[in-house]
Nanobody
Framework: QVQLVESGGGLVQAGGSLRLSCAAS????????MGWFHQAPGKEREFVAA????????NYADSVKDRFTISRDNVKNTVYLQMNSLKPEDTAVYFC?????????????????WGQGTQVTVSS
């Protein structure tokens, strides 16, 4: 079992940056594909980015490509989301999640473990 705790959210002006972190418990962190999702009020949870177990392969939603970067540190059991050039439409609660699948997946249903979420608010 994996427990996930996000941090790093906050209020930022449009064009600014934030770095989210997600610390995982357990000794098998490197066995999981890790993903970031976000959920705005009244909307479904959406895929943002994911990284393979090794961290070599990544995948991004079109809306965040060239602005966000996902990375992981398998020694520190942590996955990061560097968010640059933030826009008001990026405002949402951001969740990290762990999937036992061997390959990257963008579907929330494929992720077994979720953090509690961290709020990101981008003002215009």
């Amino acid at each position: 079992q994996v427990q996930l705790v996000e941090s790093g959210g906050g209020l930022v002006q449009a064009g600014g940056s934030l770095r989210l972190s997600c610390a995982a418990s357990g000794r098998t962190f490197e066995s999981y594909v890790m993903g970031w999702f976000h959920q705005a009020p009244g909307k479904e949870r959406e895929f943002v980015a994911a990284t393979s177990r090794s961290g070599i392969v990544t995948n991004y939603a079109d809306s965040v490509k060239d602005r966000f970067t996902i990375s992981r540190d398998n020694v520190k059991n942590t996955v990061y989301l560097q968010m640059n050039s933030l826009k008001p439409e990026d405002t949402a609660v951001y969740f990290c999640a762990a999937s036992p699948r061997r390959a990257i997946t963008t579907a929330p249903k494929d992720y077994d473990y979720w953090g509690q979420g961290t709020q990101v608010t981008v003002s215009s």
